[in-house]
């Protein structure tokens, strides 16, 4: 079975800049979530997403950072313009309920130059 | 959700036991302990998670105390491929809202 899988696995940046990260979710999950993890600390969560539905959005900068999940399946993060603080580990990871295991992405690291 | 803490690290001899704490004091009663491990580089993975009875799987074990305070994940034979960054995170029944904390570096050593 395929985990989940995101791309790319590295970026580097201007700092104004857009960035997309996209991820695919492992197959019949319909929970799909959002992390930003720094350096040396536990990853937070960004966004949830119950299919199409973003259910919990509250840690999300919207000023800056969007996310979509067209057909409750791949979802991408954006951020527009990028800041030199967004450099981090951007990772997915999805579940097949909110109530059962969250499966990983190896992550996006972001470098904002 | 109940804050955990843990120790930030550990060692552990390859071959051994290693028995890794949480104290979680706050945690109410529908709230379950879960933990994640995340080796360098990778995406955190889940290892096994408890209500209030003692729980094992294929990965490891999860002792939790009768007043669920605290618990300790046991993994039985550590290996080298052990070494990694362990969360112990208290949640209620649903895993969507878990929140991450530094968690304890395990080091495993030959």
């Known amino acids: 079975e395929a985990g989940v899988v995101q791309s790319p696995r590295y970026k580097i940046i201007e700092k104004k800049q857009p960035v997309a990260f996209w991820c695919n979710p492992i197959?019949?999950?319909?929970?799909l979530y959002w992390y930003l993890q720094n350096l040396g600390q536990g990853p937070e969560l960004l966004i949830r997403?119950?299919?199409?539905?973003?259910?919990?959005d509250s840690q999300l900068p919207k000023d800056r950072f969007s996310a979509e999940r067209l057909k409750g399946v791949d979802s991408t993060l954006k951020i527009q313009p990028a800041e030199l603080g967004d450099s981090a580990v951007y990772l997915c990871?999805?579940?097949?309920?909110?109530?059962?295991?969250?499966?990983f992405g190896p992550g996006t690291r972001l470098t904002v130059l | 959700d109940a804050k955990t803490t843990q120790p930030p690290s550990m060692d552990c001899a390859e071959g051994r036991a290693a028995n890794l704490p949480c104290n979680h004091s706050?945690?109410?009663?529908?709230?379950?302990v879960y933990w994640y491990r995340q080796i360098h580089s990778q995406g955190p993975q889940y290892i096994i998670h408890g209500l209030k009875n003692n729980e094992t799987n294929e990965m490891a074990s999860l002792i939790i105390t009768e007043d669920r305070k605290s618990s300790t994940l046991i993994l039985p034979h550590a290996t080298l491929r052990d070494t990694a960054v362990y969360y112990c995170?208290?949640?209620?029944?649903?895993?969507?809202?878990?929140?991450f904390g530094k968690g304890t570096k395990l080091s495993v050593k030959p």
């Open positions: 997403y119950e299919n199409e539905e973003a259910v919990d």
């Open positions: 706050t945690i109410s009663g529908n709230e379950y």
């Open positions: 990871a999805s579940s097949f309920t909110s109530f059962h295991e969250q499966f």
């Open positions: 995170i208290v949640s209620g029944g649903s895993q969507g809202n878990l929140i």
């Open positions: 197959s019949g999950h319909n929970t």
